[in-house]
């Protein structure tokens, strides 16, 4: 599957941004899906995650509580909305996807991953 990731921008503290990943393949609902993201100088560290369903999710203990991620097997899409930014959100943020379980995904060991889009949190 091809991951396509989009929705990054500049924004200020506080503001709100809405990441978008759009998958190829028509099994999209197969696939549990995941957010990472890689800040200039830092290792990538995992954001958040879904199952294939959408009924089990898991977040960092950075974003809980602001960020939201949410999938739509119908359009092969899924998003992470993101509230209350800070500036240690600036990152490069990927998605990725595997067939081997939520677990595995949330680990980095995602066998698909998407090109990544920036965000830029300016105080």
């Known amino acids: 599957v091809q991951l396509q990731a989009s929705g990054g921008g500049l924004v200020q503290v506080g503001d709100s941004l809405r990441l978008s990943c759009a998958a190829s393949r028509r099994t999209f609902s197969s696939y549990d899906m995941g957010w990472f993201r890689q800040a200039p100088g830092k290792e990538r560290e995992f954001v958040a995650a879904?199952?294939?369903?959408?009924?089990?999710?898991t977040y960092s203990g950075s974003v809980r509580g602001r960020f939201t991620i949410s999938r739509d097997n119908a359009k092969n899409t899924m998003s992470l909305q993101m509230e209350s930014l800070k500036p240690e959100d600036t990152a490069i943020y990927y998605c990725?996807?595997?067939?081997?379980?939520?677990?595995?995904?949330?680990?980095?060991?995602?066998?698909?991953w998407g090109q990544g889009t920036l965000v830029t949190v300016s105080s």
């Open positions: 879904i199952n294939r369903s959408g009924g089990a999710t």
């Open positions: 990725t996807a595997d067939t081997s379980g939520v677990t595995t995904v949330a680990l980095g060991r995602g066998e698909f």
